[in-house]
């Protein structure tokens, strides 16, 4: 089962920066967190991954606790195009599978 | 940008009928996987196919299902007699070499089972 605990929901105004928090306290010390998203029922996209350090890239930041238990996903000027449910996942080096949960649904408001 | 590209995007079948769906993952990766979607529910992994062989599956994955790279840039994967309650969205996904990155997912097929 899924490793990680997300809010249902969450609402963000457009051009404001988006913080979507995950708990992951039972992280071990060989696994990543990956965030992924899904707009409506297409295939979910990549986003960000992270061992221990922060991470950046063209779509978000990914700013991991000292200790690892926890994560935040960061879009820093969310678009209604960002509107979607995003899913934090924690996963090992020697395991190829995605275990998604839920996720956050993420609203993006004008 | 590469993509990963996905036929047919909906396929409706008869129970007990066998049906094949497609991708082409993107062409300089070397991992690919199938997920699938019923409608509603949680996004569960199938399979993952790596050097000509299946590296990982699911309970999901039973005598039923097969995967195969039949030539260089295609992935399958098949459903010997399909059930009602295989309809959902198939998802295929790949990632390079590096398998700590991203897996990249396509637009999915739904499949519809009658």
């Known amino acids: 089962d899924a490793k990680t605990t997300q809010p249902t929901s969450m609402d963000c105004a457009e051009g404001r920066a988006a913080n979507l928090p995950c708990n992951h306290s039972t992280i071990s010390g060989n696994e990543y967190v990956y965030w992924y998203r899904q707009i409506h029922s297409q295939g979910p996209q990549y986003i960000i991954h992270g061992l221990k350090n922060n991470e950046t890239n063209e779509m978000a930041s990914l700013i991991i606790t000292e200790d690892r238990k926890s994560s935040t996903l960061i879009l820093p000027h969310a678009t209604l195009r960002d509107t979607a449910v995003y899913y934090c996942?924690?996963?090992?080096?020697?395991?190829?599978?995605?275990?998604f949960g839920t996720g956050t649904r993420l609203q993006v408001f004008p | 940008e590469p993509e990963v590209t996905q036929t047919p995007s909906h396929q409706v079948t008869q129970m007990g009928q066998e049906v094949i769906l497609r991708c082409v993952p993107i062409?300089?990766?070397?991992?690919f996987y199938w997920y699938r979607q019923i409608l509603g529910q949680k996004v569960e992994f199938l399979v993952s196919?790596?050097?000509?062989?299946?590296?990982?599956k699911s309970e999901i994955f039973d005598d039923q299902f097969s995967v195969e790279r039949p030539d260089g840039s295609n992935f399958t994967l098949k459903i010997r007699s399909t059930k009602l309650e295989d309809s959902a969205m198939y998802f295929c996904a790949s990632s390079p070499l590096d398998r700590v990155g991203g897996q990249y997912f396509g637009a999915g097929t739904r499949l519809s089972v009658l």
């Open positions: 996942i924690v996963r090992g080096y020697n395991t190829d599978k995605l275990i």
């Open positions: 062409s300089n990766h070397l991992y």
């Open positions: 196919f790596y050097n000509n062989e299946i590296s990982e």
